[in-house]
């Protein structure tokens, strides 16, 4: 029977990632939790946000770079397929799903210099203010 296998999830960074040598290799796997929010009314028509967190392992040179420039609160967009992980601890079976990281997408981040209401990149003017009619 054929199947597929392919998530493309965007979101935050919820925790600094974790970089760790696994195996007989020394192989590098990064791990991470990724927030994703659902905006929705409630009963009352108030607006309200429904979080969903997903974990994702990135491997070998791709979890080197995650470890390296990703931080808590970063926009990622992850591209993968989902793994099952099961274990057994104290005697109970635990199982897990989360996202093996095929390529790993890092959003840009709002500047200081970057104009609220376009987010287009300006320049400072001469006299030392900002014209958003000027663009990097």
């Given amino acids: 029977m054929p199947s597929f296998n392919r998530v493309i999830v965007m979101?935050?960074?919820?925790?600094?990632?974790?970089?760790?040598?696994?195996?007989m290799n020394?192989?590098?796997v990064c791990r991470f939790s990724v927030a994703m929010n659902e905006r929705?009314?409630?009963r009352n028509g108030?607006?309200?946000d429904i979080p969903t967190f997903v974990d994702v392992d990135a491997w070998d040179k791709l979890g080197e770079l995650c470890g390296q420039y990703l931080k808590k609160g970063r926009s990622v967009l992850v591209e993968?397929?989902?793994q099952s992980?099961?274990?057994e601890k104290d005697g109970q079976k635990h199982q897990k799903l989360k996202i093996r990281a095929a390529t790993v997408k890092f959003m840009p981040q709002p500047a200081p210099n970057q104009s609220r209401l376009t987010g287009e990149m300006v320049r400072p003017d001469p006299d030392g203010g900002y014209d958003d009619d000027d663009q990097f």
């Fill in 46 to 48: 108030n607006i309200i």
């Fill in 80 to 82: 993968g397929r989902l």
């Fill in 11 to 23: 979101g935050n960074l919820t925790r600094d990632p974790d970089v760790r040598e696994v195996g």
């Fill in 40 to 42: 929705r009314k409630d």
């Fill in 26 to 28: 020394a192989v590098k």
């Fill in 85 to 87: 992980d099961s274990w």
